[in-house]
């Protein structure tokens, strides 16, 4: 029997490794960036092919490809510390390593803001409400779509100013500090938001922090978020494909100013949605 790993990476060309069964199989070596995500793909062993792909000890989603190959993309957090870890398929005792990922440091800018005082030290009133509201995402965000939707690459909600990198560390009125885990597109109110790719609204509504938001499932723990819009345009439970318009950009909710807030979350992680963009772009050239 043989096993082939392929991973599809960010800077290098994909690469391939063939091992029989009587010499372990060789571990792909990636490199990765914290707020990053790649794109991995394998064949598992005979046996194995429903054999669950864990990743820092989190069960990670993954899907029929093409050729018998299987599919999968591993996140690194904003906070995902500087070291080198192994995904492995396969239950406790018998899994096997696929790729080692050595997470690199990366650098982000600090910008400062000003905005209500009431929108970050929280009255009793506003604080219940927003713990409330992360409940409801919590248990949402456990709902992915097993299978993707999409059959395309992701593309950035908005072609304008981006004003607001992911990463960014933000100081709130001088003191507060918090990290920007997101990208922020200037907008004017009344612009229409079309979202990034083929999914289904998980949520369409108002929130303490991101004012008028939808939330995306795109299947395998991939979810975009659109916030601070003046106007929702979706609801719950509808399928939308890439470039439908879901809302109207605005100024609600934690915001200083009009614009689009687009964030990319995947299996629990944040992520620079440009990257996710990148990968996509070389599973769907």
């Known amino acids: 029997m043989k ?11 994909s690469s391939c490794a063939v091992a029989q069964d009587a010499k372990p199989a060789a571990v792909q070596q990636v490199e990765t960036q914290q ?24 069960i990670i989603k993954y899907a029929e490809w093409k050729n ?15 070291e080198t870890h192994a995904c492995t398929l396969g239950k406790e005792g018998q899994a096997r390593p696929l790729v080692s990922f050595t997470v690199k440091k990366k650098k982000f800018p600090e910008e400062r803001l000003k905005v209500d005082f009431r929108k970050i030290k929280l009255n009793p009133k506003d604080q219940a409400r927003a713990e409330k509201e992360q409940v409801v995402l919590n248990a949402l965000y456990k709902k992915s779509a097993t299978t993707p939707y999409f059959t395309t690459a992701f593309k950035p909600p908005l072609e304008s100013t981006i004003t607001s990198i992911y990463g960014m ?11 920007h885990l997101g990208t922020d597109f200037r907008a004017p109110i009344g612009v229409p938001i079309p979202v990034a790719n083929r999914g289904r609204v998980m949520f369409a509504g108002d929130l303490f922090y991101t004012g008028g938001t939808v939330i995306v499932d795109h299947g ?18 509808q399928i939308v494909n890439q470039g439908d318009i879901i ?3 605005g100024n609600t909710g934690r915001s200083s100013g009009p614009h689009l807030h687009w964030g990319v979350k995947i299996h629990g992680n944040y992520v620079d949605g440009y990257s996710l963009i990148d990968e996509t772009k070389r599973q769907f050239p």
């Open 35 to 58: 707020g990053t995500v790649r794109w991995v793909t394998f064949l598992p062993p005979a046996g194995m092919e429903n054999a669950p792909l864990k990743c820092r000890g989190d």
């Open 68 to 82: 018998g190959l299987r599919q999968a993309y591993v996140a690194e957090s904003y906070f995902s510390p500087q």
């Open 3 to 13: 096993v082939l790993i392929c991973v599809a990476m960010m800077v290098v060309m």
């Open 247 to 249: 809302g109207l950009a």
């Open 220 to 237: 395998m723990d991939i979810f975009t978020v659109y916030g601070h819009m003046s106007e929702v345009k979706t609801q719950e439970g």
């Open 169 to 179: 560390r933000r100081v709130y009125n001088k003191k507060h500090r918090s990290q």
